[in-house]
């Protein structure tokens, strides 16, 4: 199952958010044991490592952007997908390239903590915790 993590995810279990912490790394591990293959999208690997700068110094920015890019597909945006995002009725921009990003990667979900954010994204947003209910 291709899979969609938003940053939210990551960033759960980079910095032991709890109490989201337990179904975010479970999911991950999911990847990891490649039972579903991870995506991200490509401006949000930016994002992540500014946040993890931000909070861990930029030692440890470097080894969580490395990592993300071992395990997961990294999914891009060109000028035509920010356009079609900005058609989506989504009120943060950057949920909308998300979920552009999704698409253009045949997910099947986006898992986010998120979903009524994701409402009129072309692919399903679900939790972690629905997510893996499903299975």
């Known amino acids: ?7 939210n995810i990551l960033i759960d279990v980079f910095q ?5 912490y ?5 999911v991950l591990t999911k990847i990891l044991d490649k039972e579903s293959t991870g995506f991200i999208a490509g401006h949000s690997l930016t994002t992540l490592y500014y946040l993890i700068s931000r909070f861990s110094g930029n030692r440890k920015a470097i080894e969580v952007v490395d990592w ?16 079609y995002a ?12 998300i979920a552009v990003c999704a698409n253009n990667s ?11 954010d994701f409402n009129q994204s072309p692919v399903p947003a679900i939790t ?8």
């Open 22 to 26: 337990h179904d975010s790394s479970l």
């Open 68 to 83: 993300v890019l071992a395990h997961f597909e990294v999914e891009s945006a060109d000028k035509e997908d920010f356009l």
């Open 1 to 7: 199952m291709k899979l969609m993590i938003d940053l």
């Open 128 to 135: 972690p915790k629905e997510f893996l209910e499903l299975l």
């Open 86 to 97: 900005r058609t989506l009725d989504m009120k943060d921009f950057e949920d909308a390239a």
């Open 106 to 116: 045949k997910c099947e979900y986006i898992i986010t903590r998120n979903g009524p």
């Open 16 to 20: 032991h958010r709890v109490p989201h």
